[in-house]
C-alpha cells in the first residue's frame, strides 16, 4: 500500500516554512557581528557572492532533490542510489544533535524572557554578569554534569512541547504556524531597529556595523567568515530544505523559491544589524567603551551584553521600558528559534516515517522529542555551556560542512548532475544551467574543503578554546563518529517503505 | 553616518531589498501565467471537432 504524499497547502505556507527554517538566531546574533568584524560593509559583496555561488545553488540542489524524489533526505539519496541513502541518515543524525542543544539554547530563552518581566538580571553590569554566570555559564568546566537547573527544565519543557504540537499533525500546521512565527520576529526586530535608531550614539553603532573596510577583501579569513555564515545560516547540509520540498508536486518551481529563501534570509540578517548595532552603539557612549569592546556575538551578545545595554535605555516607556524591551527581545530570540527548531525536527521525522511508513507519525515525533528532551537535560547542567560549545563547533564546522561537500560530490560526480537539473527546470521560473553545475561539481566542494582543511589545521595547532582533549574527544570527534555509524546502520536496516 | 556606511546601507538594502521584489515579482508573473492556461484549457477542449 502506498500511502499519498503530504503536500503544503500553498506556495506562500512552503516558502514561509523554508525562510523561516533559514532565519534563526544567527541571523541575529552572529551576522552582524561577522560583518562588522570582517570588513563592516565591504563584508557584503563576499556575503552576497557566496550566497550566489553556494547558498543558492546548494538550496536548489536539497530543493530539487526533495522534490524530485519526493522524499526527505535518505529516502532521496535511495532512490537516487542505494548505497548514497548513508548520506541522508548522516544528515539527520547531525541535525537531531543540533536540535537537542539548539532546544537548550531556547530553554534559556525562556529563563531570560521571565527574568525580563521583573529585570531580575540586575541593574549594574556586575549584576548582570552575575546572573549569566549563575543561569547559563556556571561551573564552566566539562566534568561538572550536575546540578540541573529547573527553571531551565521547564523551559527545556515548552520548547519540546511546542515542537511537537506543531509538527505532529504533518505540514499543514506547519504551513500555517510559520504565517506567525516568520513574520513576528522581523516585526520585533523593526522595533528594536526603530527604538535603536532614535538613540544617542547609534550613529557610531552603525559606522562600525557599516563602514567598510575594503582592505579586508585581500584576507582569505573574511571570505571564509562568509561562506561560513552562508551555509550554517541558510539550514544547508541539515536535510531540512530536501525533506520540506518533498512535500511539493513535481513541475513546481524550487530554483524561484530558493532565490527567495536565500534573499530573504539576507535581508533579515541585513536589517537585525542596525537593531544589535544601534543599541550597542548607544550602550559604548553610555559607558565609555570603545564600541568594538562592546560588541560581542552569540551567547554573550544575547545574554549578557544585550540584557546591559536594554538596562541603560532610556525611559521612553516609563518605568517599565526595560522590562518591555527585554521581553520583545527574548521573544524575537524565542519567535526565531522556533520554527528553525522544528524544521530540523520535521526532517528527522519525515526521514523516519519515509523509511518505516507503517509507524503513525505522532508517534515518531512524540519518541523523538521525549528523548530529545533528556538527552539535552545535560546541557543544562553547570558544564552545559561548555558541551554545548563543543558539540556545536564539531558539529557545524566538521558535521554540516562535511555533508555538503558528500552531497555535491554525490549529486555532482556519482549521481550526475544533468538528470536532476533537467527535473528542476520541469517548473522552474528561474531555469538553472551551466552556472549551477559548475557551483555544485567545482566552486561549492572547493570551498567546504578548504574549510574543512582549515579547521582541522586550526585543531591540530590548538585545542578548541582551550579545553582539555578528552572533552574535545567525547563532545567533538564521538558524536561525529556515532553520527555517521547511526547512518550506517539506518542504512543496512531494512526499512518497509513500498520501492515504486 | 560616515559615507562609505551610507553607500554600504544602499547597496546592501538593494540587493536584499530589490533581490526579493525582483523574485517575488517572477513568481506573481508565473502564477498569472500559469492561471491563464489553465483558464484558456477548458474552452480550446470544449470546441466542436
Known amino acids: 500500500m502506498s500511502e499519498i504524499r503530504e503536500r503544503w497547502a500553498s506556495r506562500p505556507a512552503f516558502v514561509m516554512a523554508a525562510i523561516g527554517s533559514a532565519v534563526g538566531l544567527g541571523n541575529l546574533w552572529r551576522f552582524p557581528y561577522i560583518a562588522a568584524t570582517h570588513g563592516g560593509g565591504a563584508f557584503l559583496i563576499p556575503y552576497f557572492v557566496a550566497v550566489l555561488t553556494t547558498g543558492i545553488p546548494l538550496m536548489i540542489l536539497e530543493y530539487g532533490l526533495g522534490q524530485a524524489m519526493q522524499g526527505s533526505a535518505p529516502s532521496a539519496f535511495r532512490r537516487l542510489r542505494r548505497r548514497l541513502e548513508w548520506i541522508g541518515w548522516f544528515a539527520l543524525a547531525i541535525s537531531s544533535v543540533i536540535c537537542i542543544y539548539y532546544a537548550a539554547v531556547m530553554a534559556w530563552c525562556w529563563r531570560y524572557l521571565g527574568a525580563a518581566v521583573t529585570c531580575e538580571w540586575g541593574a549594574t553590569t556586575d549584576e548582570v554578569g552575575a546572573f549569566f554566570d549563575r543561569t547559563i555559564a556556571r561551573a564552566g568546566t566539562p566534568a561538572a554534569v550536575s546540578n540541573i537547573n529547573l527553571w531551565l527544565v521547564l523551559g527545556l519543557a515548552l520548547t519540546w512541547a511546542a515542537i511537537y504540537w506543531i509538527i505532529y499533525k504533518g505540514v499543514h500546521r506547519v504551513g500555517r504556524i510559520v504565517m506567525i512565527t516568520v513574520p513576528l520576529p522581523v516585526v520585533l526586530i523593526l522595533v528594536l531597529l526603530v527604538n535603536g535608531l532614535r538613540l544617542d550614539g547609534a550613529t ?25 555564515q ?24 524550487v530554483s524561484n523559491n530558493a532565490f527567495i529563501t536565500s534573499f530573504g534570509n539576507a535581508l533579515v540578517s541585513f536589517m537585525a544589524g542596525f537593531a544589535v548595532f544601534s543599541v550597542l552603539g548607544y550602550f559604548a557612549l553610555q559607558t565609555n567603551a570603545p564600541i568594538n569592546e562592546v560588541a560581542d556575538a552569540g551567547i554573550g551578545l544575547a545574554f549578557k551584553v544585550y540584557p546591559q545595554a536594554i538596562n541603560s535605555l532610556p525611559p521612553v516607556l516609563g518605568s517599565y521600558t526595560h522590562h518591555i524591551f527585554g521581553m520583545i527581545f527574548f521573544i524575537t530570540l524565542l519567535s526565531l528559534g522556533i520554527d528553525s527548531a522544528f524544521s530540523l525536527v520535521e526532517a528527522v521525522v519525515a526521514g523516519v516515517h519515509d523509511k518505516w511508513p507503517h509507524v503513525r507519525r505522532p508517534a515518531i515525533t512524540g519518541l523523538f522529542c521525549v528523548g530529545a528532551f533528556l538527552l539535552g537535560l545535560v546541557f543544562l547542567t553547570d558544564a552545559g555551556l561548555v558541551w554545548l560549545d563543543i558539540v556545536d563547533h564539531w558539529s557545524l564546522e566538521y558535521g554540516l560542512v562535511f555533508v555538503g561537500l558528500i552531497e555535491c560530490i554525490a549529486i555532482g560526480w556519482i549521481a550526475g548532475i544533468r538528470p536532476l537539473g533537467d527535473a528542476i527546470n520541469e517548473g522552474a521560473e528561474i531555469r538553472v544551467g551551466l552556472w549551477w553545475r559548475v ?40 558524536v561525529i563518529f556515532a553520527a555517521a555509524t547511526i547512518g550506517f546502520i539506518l542504512t543496512r536496516t531494512t526499512g518497509t517503505e513500498v520501492v515504486e | ?10 547597496i ?27 483558464a484558456e484549457q477548458p474552452a480550446e477542449t470544449s470546441e466542436p471537432s
Open chain 2, 1 to 10: 553616518m560616515t559615507t562609505g556606511a551610507w553607500i554600504m546601507l544602499v
Open chain 1, 439 to 478: 557551483c555544485i561539481k567545482l566552486i561549492t566542494p572547493a570551498l567546504l574543503i578548504t574549510m574543512l582543511v582549515l579547521n582541522l589545521i586550526k585543531e591540530i595547532g590548538k585545542p578548541y578554546s582551550g579545553y582539555p582533549v578528552w572533552a574535545l574527544i567525547v563532545g567533538g570527534w564521538f
Open chain 1, 204 to 228: 557610531q553603532g552603525i559606522n562600525y556595523y557599516l563602514n567598510p573596510t575594503w582592505a579586508k577583501l585581500r584576507e582569505p579569513a573574511t571570505w571564509l567568515a562568509a561562506y561560513g
Open chain 2, 12 to 38: 546592501g538594502t538593494l540587493i536584499t531589498v530589490g533581490g526579493l521584489s525582483i523574485c517575488i515579482g517572477i513568481a506573481f508573473a508565473h502564477e498569472r501565467r500559469n492561471r491563464a492556461a489553465v
Open chain 1, 230 to 253: 552562508v551555509f550554517f545560516s541558510l539550514t544547508l547540509g541539515f536535510g531540512v530544505l530536501t525533506a520540506y520540498a518533498s512535500y511539493l508536486p513535481r513541475r513546481k518551481d
